[in-house]
């Protein structure tokens, strides 16, 4: 048997080569169109939502979130700029939460809360931005745990008023009355959440 010539073994080589289905790189097929996300955190609470991922490094987010206390929704844009087992992950989140008694949650802050503040916080519901960055370890194709922390911005008007009598009982009493005040704050937030694409 004559030993093939190297031309006619190049042309072999070519042509299965380009017979041959070319090797998948890691996030170039198609990503995931939806999921599901559960996480906990503060002041998000507990949070479920549904999860469509237009294009591997974007993630728009969307679902119910209940805060211990009452129900409110949420949103949110992740941006996840490598897609490694273990990657960075940037996200900024929006929440409402509806008017709903929080007095017992007040109540907790310390042995027996002023009673101006257990009066306005019976219909109190608020608003909250939040940036936060932090790491997702897992599949960026399957399941995925992250644990992000940031700052947020919280604010909302609280339905009712109170009063704040100083100098009880003396001829400088004074009384403040604040009727529907609105509220702002600046909090830390923390989120851990688990991630399942279909």
Sequence with gaps: ???????????FGVAAALAAPAPALAGSGDPPLLGVRVEAG???GATASVVLQPVPSLRLLAGPAWDYVGWGLQGGVAWLPLDWPVAPVIEADYGRFFAAS???LASRLGSGAPP?????????GFDYAAATAGLEIGSPSGVALS??????????TVHGSTSVVSG????GQTTVT???PRLSAVVPTVALGLVVHF
């Design 102 to 104: 929080r007095a017992s």
């Design 42 to 44: 503060v002041p998000g």
């Design 116 to 124: 101006q503040i257990t009066a306005i916080a019976e219909h109190l």
């Design 1 to 11: 048997m004559r030993p093939a010539s190297f031309p006619r073994l190049l042309a």
């Design 178 to 180: 604040a009727t529907d």
């Design 168 to 171: 009880a009982g003396t001829a």
């Design 147 to 156: 644990l992000r922390a940031g700052l947020a911005y919280l604010w909302g």
